[in-house]
């Protein structure tokens, strides 16, 4: 929304361009998805074996930060295909709207059924405990304490 509204200048002159570019991607948008990353982090905290919160936690921000490698490289290839070109002398921005309705508005959309499938359907309180194996015994809920930090007497 506000990305279309400073690419077509629509703000302006009521509006500056630096006001108008806060509530854009630069900023309000990173906030947006530290926000959002935060459920998932707890999501995975539960769903870890005890002892591996650290190795299970890097490997999601590898995750991460591969998303937004292949994010960068897809937006940059759209960029080319549709002909946006910005250079010192020769700037080309007529398919800047397509294309950003395309990136912040159809690309999130096919994420969605997505979340039927990955996302358990349980609330962030519950237990997530795996599925017994058939023909093994439950084993015993054993608590991991840190030495550090008990209480000798």
């Known amino acids: 929304g506000f990305d ?11 509006i500056p361009d630096k006001v108008m570019y806060m509530f854009g991607d630069a900023i309000v948008a990173e906030m947006a998805a530290q926000l959002d990353f935060m459920p998932s982090a707890v ?8 002892g591996f919160e650290s190795t299970v936690y890097a490997t999601m921000g590898g995750f991460q930060i591969f998303g937004q490698q292949v994010a960068r490289t897809t937006g940059g290839y759209l960029a080319s295909q549709f002909g946006i070109k910005a ?10 709207v ?12 096919l994420t969605i059924p997505l979340t039927f499938v990955l996302i358990p359907n349980l609330k962030l309180t519950d237990e997530i405990q795996p599925p ?10 054993v608590e991991v304490t840190n030495p550090l930090t008990r209480n000798v007497s």
């Open 98 to 109: 397509p294309l950003i309705l395309i990136s912040h508005a159809l690309f999130p959309l």
């Open 43 to 50: 999501l995975v905290s539960k769903v870890c074996p005890p």
């Open 87 to 96: 250079g010192n002398s020769d700037c080309d921005f007529t398919n800047l």
């Open 4 to 14: 279309i509204i400073i690419v077509k200048r629509w703000h302006r002159p009521a």
């Open 132 to 141: 017994p194996t058939p023909g093994s015994k439950a084993e015993p809920h």
